[in-house]
């Protein structure tokens, strides 16, 4: 294999097409995908050999399934994966384009979606919602994945859409794959606060601030002492479900977009053993690799473009343990 753009005790980046640079990597030599492929149809990032700029869905999600079957060889058995896929619109306007910056336009921009020209109408009369989470979801389940989870990711400060003919876009999908049955997670660490019973104390007051409560030690409690102090279920918090309202932050490092670090955060403290590696096939900015980083695991970047990988390591991969998540 040829030799690493760059690399550290704790992270590694790759230049190339991703499923190229997979085919090379050891098998079951990463412990937890997680990753956002460039939404179909949404930009042209200048790079020969891009995914999102094909000509059809059904050759966007040929070339992913692609891509996620040389993860899925690189991915230990007991691993993860996941993947966070925004949608696409067949209209009658003109694609936008980004501008003559390969680091203009964000494929996580829900106000300019897809905008495919009328002789490229993919099979479906202009303006339809193509659904393409869920078909690449579908394709990698024929592929041989299995699928655990549909998370719907509700932004609550989404960008604002000029549409009046039909509802604004406030989220987008993020599923969790494995390759088995049986694999490694941690349900503990993305656990959320209780609230308390209305009668035992005031409604909302969270039972973080219990002896014992979330962030402290685990221990046995008993269901008369659950009951005592007014909570419900577990005593690290209850399973925050699949819906998950995470409002979006702004990276001034270039023009666009990136998703929160509490998105991956999540996925990497449930999915990824302490100390595992993640990977991330489209690596972009580095977000996932700053949380990486931040949380104990060692990375794995994959971009084609040269200047993605460039901007990460002058900015959330040059120290990963700092906090950069009030500029994320």
Known sequence: MRPSYYADDSVTLHHGQAVEVLSKLKASSVDCCVTSPPYFGLRDYGVDGQIGAEESPAEFITNLVAVFREARR?????????????????????????????????????????????????????????????????????DGWILRNAIVWHKPNAMPESVTDRLSTRYEMVFMFTKFRRYGFDLDPIRQGHTMKPQRRPAGRPVDAIPGG??????????????????????????????????????????????????????????????????????????????????????????????????????????????????A
């Open 74 to 142: 690189v991915l230990a058995d007991d691993g993860t994966c996941w993947v966070n896929l925004g949608d696409s619109f067949a209209s009658s306007a003109s694609w936008g384009r980004g501008g003559s910056s390969q680091l203009e336009g964000r494929k996580h921009d829900a106000a300019q979606m897809s905008r495919p020209s009328p002789e490229r109408s993919f099979g479906v009369p202009p303006k339809n919602l193509l659904g393409m989470p869920w078909r690449v979801a579908f394709a990698m389940q024929d």
């Open 214 to 327: 979330i962030g402290q030690p685990r221990q046995s409690w008993s269901t008369a002492a659950r009951e005592d102090l007014g909570v419900d279920g577990h005593p690290l918090g209850k399973n925050p479900g699949d819906v998950w309202e995470i409002a979006t932050t702004p990276f001034p490092g270039a023009h666009f977009a990136v998703f929160p670090p509490e998105l991956p955060r999540r996925c990497i403290l449930a999915g990824c053993k302490p100390g595992g590696t993640v990977l991330d096939p489209f690596s972009g900015s580095g977000t996932t690799g700053m949380v990486a980083l931040q949380n104990g695991r060692k990375y794995i970047g994959i971009d084609l473009n040269r200047e993605y990988l460039d901007l990460s390591l002058r900015t959330r991969l040059s120290n990963g343990v700092l906090d950069f998540a009030g500029e």
